[in-house]
């Protein structure tokens, strides 16, 4: 069972930042994908960001030219970059990993709020 934990949420005004990370229980370089979701209360939980095995990344429009995924493999970890941020970032964000070995996994998420 592969453990994400996910670490960097908290209280910002808007403009500012914040750094997500996902600290993995395993080699993160053997996973195909991995990503960063985030879900508000009666919404779906929607994609953010992924980066692929490779180093290949993606974003959602809403996010494009703010946010940054990275991975550190030798750290095991995945962060989320998020700058200018605003009020419809609020959202409890959750790190995704899925391998062909082990299925998808889920962090347990962590919150971030955007105060205007």
């Known amino acids: 069972q592969v453990q994400l934990v996910e670490s960097g949420g908290g209280l910002v005004q808007a403009g500012g930042s914040l750094r997500l990370s996902c600290a993995a229980s395993e080699n993160i370089a053997r996973f195909n994908t991995m990503a960063w979701y985030r879900q508000v209360p009666r919404k779906q939980r929607e994609l953010v960001a992924t980066t692929a095995k490779l180093g290949s990344t993606d974003y959602a429009d809403s996010v494009k030219g703010r946010f940054t995924i990275s991975r550190d493999n030798a750290k095991n970890t995945v962060y989320l970059q998020m700058n200018s941020l605003k009020p419809d970032d609020t959202a409890v964000y959750y790190c995704?990993?899925?391998?062909?070995?082990?299925?998808?996994?889920w962090g347990q998420g962590t919150q971030v709020t955007v105060s205007s």
């Open positions: 995704y990993a899925y391998a062909l070995v082990t299925g998808v996994s």
